[in-house]
């Protein structure tokens, strides 16, 4: 890596000085865990490195008075994984956390290096997707809300301007008669990306009908997506399995995947329809109680 200067902000306002000072030529870190790879790759060689974790503001987890949550940008994998208020709110926000990479990994990433490092294949965004989150940034004009489906323009960039920095991410409250989960596909190491994700979340009357749902897809394409199709045939419908099954081969035609180590593109769009059935598929198994928020499938085959 090439010399760079450290500074270890103490405040927001520190920190957006400092990127202002720097420019083009500073980088802001968090975790580190993908940055310092960056650097390493020769792929990202900043003069001036910002450190965050020292900016008390940017930590934390906290219930907001809706029922939503809001999850500050520097806490950790882990601290999310183990959270008592994320488990209350979504048990599959948890879980999500708790299959990324490794302990190690999960003790040091943050989920504002995370979503701002926009590599479509991570764990959290298809989750986050599905269940309707924003993020919210801040620079000196203020802060602005941005949905997260809006954060994702391409590989590794974001909608966040120069000088901002991502501060929070926020989720709305969840219905008490709605269910999440998260689903993926891994063809080798437990600790690899996955050839395909599914974030899913979903809200039924008592008839069965379908009130409301979302899908968020990961590996599936350059950014994270949602199966809008797949959501707008099932979205008013009574939910059966052949009704699933018919909604989730339109997901073939929404995502545009890369051949890569984990699968050629065609492989990758036919297991977009298969994990996108399942995950339906396991929401209508699910009771709809506050208790069973969600689930993860984690299996290799």
């Known amino acids: 890596m ?54 008390s503001t940017l930590q934390g987890i906290q219930t907001l008075e809706d029922g939503g949550l809001e999850i500050r940008a520097c806490t950790t994998h882990r601290e999310i994984e183990r959270s008592p208020a994320v488990q209350a709110y979504c048990p599959a926000v948890a879980e999500t956390f708790s299959h990324i990479a490794t302990v190690r990994i999960r003790n040091q990433a943050t989920l504002g290096g995370n979503l701002i490092h926009a590599d479509p294949a991570q764990d959290p965004p298809p989750m986050l997707l599905a269940l309707g989150a924003n ?86 394409a350059t950014i994270p997506l949602r199966a809008r199709a797949v959501e707008n045939a099932l979205r008013g419908e009574r939910l059966t399995p052949q009704l699933v099954r018919e909604a989730a081969a339109l997901v073939r035609d929404e995502v545009d995947p890369l051949d890569d180590v984990r699968g050629s593109a065609a492989y990758k769009r036919e297991m977009a329809r298969v994990w996108t059935e399942r995950a339906v598929l396991r929401l209508l198994n699910t009771p709809a109680d506050p208790s069973s928020h969600g689930s993860l499938d984690h299996r290799k085959a």
């Open 2 to 55: 090439n010399t760079f200067e450290y500074h270890a902000a103490t405040s927001l306002a520190e920190a957006l000085d400092l990127l202002t000072r720097y420019g083009e030529d500073a980088h802001l870190m968090a975790g580190g865990t993908s940055m310092v790879l960056m650097m390493q790759q020769g792929l990202l060689q900043p003069g001036h490195v910002i450190g965050l974790r020292g900016v």
């Open 135 to 220: 993020v919210v940034v801040a620079g000196y004009a203020g802060e602005r809300t941005i949905p997260l489906e809006e954060l994702f323009v391409d590989f590794f960039e974001t909608t966040v301007r120069e000088g901002e920095i991502l501060t929070a991410l926020r989720l709305p409250p969840l219905p008490t008669d709605s269910q999440a989960v998260y689903v993926k596909f891994l063809p080798r190491t437990h600790d690899d990306y996955a050839t395909v994700s599914v974030g899913a979340w979903l809200q039924r009357d008592a008839d069965g009908y379908c009130q409301d749902v979302r899908i968020g897809l990961g590996a599936l």
